[in-house]
Every structure is written in C-alpha cells, then in structure tokens.
C-alpha cells in the first residue's frame, strides 16, 4: 500500500495498492462538506474487499479533503477528480462510488465507459442520470434515508439493483455484508 499524490491541479491525495491484477477498483467518498474522506467505514470495507479478493484498488480524497488541494466544486470538479484518478492508472478500472461519490461516477459515467458499483446512491438528494444500458450495479440499504425505489429505477434496471435489509445510508455495523456483497458481484463484472 503506497501513499501518493495524483496531478497538480489540484494534486490529489490518494493510496494505491497494485496487486498485479488487470483491472484496479477506484474507491470515491461521500459528500466533502459532510466529512467524507477516504478513510470513511464504507470506502474502507469497499477497499478492504477488493484487495482482500486480489484486485488492486485506490481510493483518494477529492479536492479539498485532506492533503488534496482546491476546494469543494458541487461535484464538477470532483467529476474532473475521478477522471484524473482513472487516467493516471491507464488500466481498465472499476469504479465504486459511495453516496456522493456515487453521483460523481454517475456524473463521470456520461462521457466515459466503465463498469461501476453505485453503494447507497443518494436519489432523493441529487439528480442522478440515467445509467441503463451500461455496466453499473447498485447496492443500498432498505432503511437508507436517500433511498427511493422509484427514483433508482429510473436510472438503472430493477435486475442491477440489490437492497438489503435492515441496513441504513451509513452501513455502521453492517460492513461485512457490503464486503460480502463485493466479492460475490466483482466477479460477474466484464473486464
């Protein structure tokens, strides 16, 4: 596991762990202004089962957050964020949003191909686009409090859409049933 820093405008503060697999899952965080970072419980879980699979993974804090350097954009510039990230891989990724940074990868999923995990889209909160047609998943949470069933299947069909119960929009306590969700859907995403 390597600390780095991504670009120079803004230079972006990220950790990467190349396990010599094809493909790398990049790791984005909830809302900036609301404490999201890439320490949160979700994207560690999401990286924890990704490189616990064999898959390398990076996760990194959008501009603004931490040793990141810009400020918060409402999401434009982050979206820039998430593009810089993939192409400083310059690998096939797969890209795991939580929250916020699910909006973001759906923002970032208008102008580019990539298979994706949506964790807890928030669709009452931000106007998602539509991602039918493309390789994009999502997982959340029946007692998530931006959740609305309605409202994700205008974005993705009802067969990419996993809701588990009893779980809320934060996962406290209910990590390793996201970790178990991962290692069973990562295998199932085209490279």
């Known amino acids: 596991m390597t600390s780095i820093f991504i ?4 230079k972006l503060e990220a950790v990467y762990e ?3 697999s094809d493909v790398c899952a990049v790791i984005t965080h909830p809302h900036s202004l609301m404490g999201g970072n890439m320490s949160n419980n979700v994207v560690m879980a999401a990286w924890q089962a990704m490189v616990g699979s064999g898959c390398s993974a990076l996760r990194f804090n959008f501009r603004g957050v931490g040793r990141s350097g810009g400020e918060f954009d409402n999401g434009i510039g982050e979206t820039s964020d998430l593009a810089a990230v ?6 096939p990724v797969v890209v795991i949003g939580y929250s916020f940074g699910a909006w973001v990868a759906a923002r970032f999923l208008q102008d580019a191909k990539a ?4 964790i807890s889209p928030p669709v009452t909160m931000f106007s998602f686009p539509s991602l039918k047609g493309s390789d994009v998943w999502s997982v959340t949470g029946s007692q998530d409090q931006f959740f609305d069933r309605s409202a994700l299947l ?3 069909e009802a067969e990419r859409i996993t809701v588990l119960d009893g779980v809320d929009h934060f996962w ?3 990590e390793e049933l996201l970790r178990r969700f991962l290692g069973k859907t990562i295998p ?3 490279k």
Request: proline share 12%; charged share 20%; net charge positive.
């Open 7 to 10: 670009g120079t405008n803004p």
């Open 18 to 20: 190349d396990k010599g």
């Open 86 to 91: 993939i192409d400083f891989l310059n690998r």
């Open 115 to 118: 298979p994706c995990i949506l």
């Open 154 to 156: 205008k974005i993705l």
């Open 172 to 174: 406290f306590g209910n």
């Open 188 to 190: 199932l995403i085209p």
